[in-house]
């Protein structure tokens, strides 16, 4: 069973879900091009990583979800690192590793296939209720995929998360 990066739910609200994340450490891979070319070449290489191309020859687990950043030309895409490895090994490759601290987090679930159009209909959804429910994003919108391509994509769980100020936190 694939590992599920770690949040507690605080508040259900319209539109969107208010949660706190763990910390945690991602490892990404900057990847010029659009939504579905960014993710489709990072993936090969953050792959490549997990499954033993690093400074230990380690095979890391597969957790979800896979992220995507959009970035100026492109996206940086991100795996979570199992919550016990707070040190993960040195990539082979131009890979970058960091320490994410505690968040508050917006996010939306959907289901379907993870194209850039749908992304940004839901990111748009989500902003929107942040706005009516007075709370002020503090990051780009994340994409989250959760499944593999192998899933149908009405089982499929996407998720917009954004970062949100603290201020307003239950």
Do not use: C
Not at 40 to 56: R, V
Not at 66 to 73: A, H
Not at 122 to 131: E, H, I, V
Not at 149 to 158: F, G, Q
């Amino acid at each position: 069973m694939t590992e599920v990066q770690a949040y507690q739910v605080l508040e259900d609200l319209p539109g969107f879900q208010l949660r706190r994340y763990a910390p945690h450490t991602i490892v990404t891979k900057p990847m010029p091009g659009s939504l579905s070319q960014s993710g489709s070449q990072a993936f090969g290489y953050l792959a490549d990583y997990i499954f033993g191309n690093n400074s230990e020859r380690m095979k890391i687990a597969m957790t979800a979800p896979v992220l995507q950043q959009r970035t100026g030309s492109g996206f940086e895409v991100s795996f979570v690192m199992p919550k016990d490895m707070t040190q993960p090994p040195q990539p082979n490759t131009d890979l970058r590793i960091s320490q994410v601290e505690e968040k508050l987090m917006a996010a939306t679930k959907f289901s379907g296939t993870a194209s850039e159009s749908l992304f940004e209909s839901k990111a748009k959804k989500l902003l929107d209720a942040l706005t009516k429910a007075g709370f002020a994003p503090i990051s780009e919108v994340v994409f989250a995929r959760y499944d593999g391509p192998w899933t149908l994509p009405m089982l499929r769980r996407n998720e917009v998360v954004v970062e949100v100020a603290a201020d307003k936190a239950p």
